[in-house]
């Protein structure tokens, strides 16, 4: 057996607090330092664990033998934290948002790749097992063709005092916070997304930022998809996820998860609902696998660039009233699109 993959922690929030959780549960994996700019909090999460801690990310990379960093800071300081350690040759694990924008989410993944490290954006609902299994459902066939997608996150939270509603650090508000969860995960059930457009609702907490917006999105394929997001309402929904074909729905919900096929008057029950735990802890140790060469990630470096392209377009969108295309989602499509062209050519 591998010796484990030893992680770093770079942030003490409230993310952060939801990895130390996890790794308790990984066997390839092990958190071995803490480190943040208040000293007390990297000091009292990393007691649970029983590891370092350090006031500088800095400081914990020169005293510490690291494989692998998961960052839990800001959206804006993601790409100064991620070249540090990809200069360092230490593979990096950037929670969302991966970056506030396209030019400098290209220059993490360009020099992570010059490297020879991983580099990627952690999305924790690709992990959850019942997206998982929902996915598989979905590609055997048995709902039909799928018509349409449905994703809401809503939820009233007190947002005046927090920096996920400041732009300078968080890059915006509901809409790439939230909605950077919700694109990812309409991407992994989709393939590429080809136009966005977004309504922004009334600002009821008096932020500076959008606190309620609503999505929607074509993909490549045809796919039609709407995305509710807020944290100024709930829509007390038990299913953030319902999907619609042509021969059944299926539904991802927060307790349980299940199916039904049009012929039948009868739910399938598949699912248990969300495991945040479980989550998180595929998560990581999905990540080390891939670093021992055992896995591939689930989440690739052209999914963490999408994510951020497609935000960047929802917020022209959103900002014009007009629909706006994921430029690089299309050329992409019309690139597979034109090799699919010339192989059908090629047998005639």
């Known amino acids: 057996m591998e010796p484990k993959i ?31 700019i208040r000293l007390d909090a990297a000091k009292t999460l990393a007691a649970k664990l029983g590891c370092q801690s350090y006031d500088s990310y800095q400081a914990m990379a020169e005293s510490e033998k690291l494989d692998a960093v998961i960052i839990c ?10 070249l540090y350690f990809i200069d360092r040759k230490i593979h990096v694990l950037c929670e969302k948002p991966f970056s506030i924008d396209s030019k400098s989410a290209k220059t993490m ?24 299994k929902a996915r598989n459902i979905v590609n055997s066939g048995i709902l039909g063709e799928i018509v349409l997608f449905e994703n809401a996150f809503t939820a009233r939270v007190d947002m005046t005092c927090r ?22 995960i309409m991407r992994y059930f989709l393939g590429p997304l080809a136009e966005v457009q977004v309504v922004e609702g ?17 993909s490549t394929s045809g796919v039609t ?37 049009s012929t ?28 021992q060469g055992e896995e591939s990630l689930l989440i690739t470096s052209q999914d963490a660039l999408a994510s951020v392209e497609v935000i960047e377009a929802a917020y022209a ?32």
């Open 73 to 82: 800071t800001p959206p804006i300081t993601h790409p100064e934290i991620s």
């Open 6 to 36: 030893n992680f770093g922690l770079v942030g003490a929030g409230s993310i952060a607090q939801a990895y130390v959780q996890a790794f308790g549960t990984c066997k390839n994996a092990q958190l071995v330092a803490v480190a943040d």
């Open 264 to 291: 039948s008057s009868d739910w399938i029950v598949f699912g248990k609902g969300y495991d945040k735990v479980q989550a998180f802890g595929s998560q990581i140790e999905n990540f080390a696998k891939a670093i």
């Open 163 to 184: 920096w996920n509603s400041n732009p300078k650090v968080s890059g915006g508000g509901v809409l790439i916070d939230n909605g950077t969860h919700s694109v990812d």
């Open 225 to 261: 998809g709407n995305i509710d997001l807020s944290w100024s309402i709930n829509k007390d929904l038990d299913y953030y996820i319902r999907i619609y074909g042509s021969l059944g729905t299926i539904s991802i919900g927060w307790k349980e998860s299940k199916y039904r096929q």
């Open 317 to 348: 969108a959103m900002n014009q009233n007009h629909w706006m295309a994921v430029a690089q989602e299309t050329n992409a499509s019309q690139r597979l699109n034109g090799l699919k062209q010339l192989l059908e050519l090629s047998k005639v």
């Open 202 to 218: 009334k600002r009821i907490q008096g932020l500076i930022v959008e606190d309620t917006v609503r999505i929607f999105v074509t």
């Open 109 to 132: 993944l360009d020099s992570a790749k010059k490297a020879g490290v991983k580099l990627t954006m952690a999305s924790k609902f690709r992990y959850v097992e019942d997206v998982i």
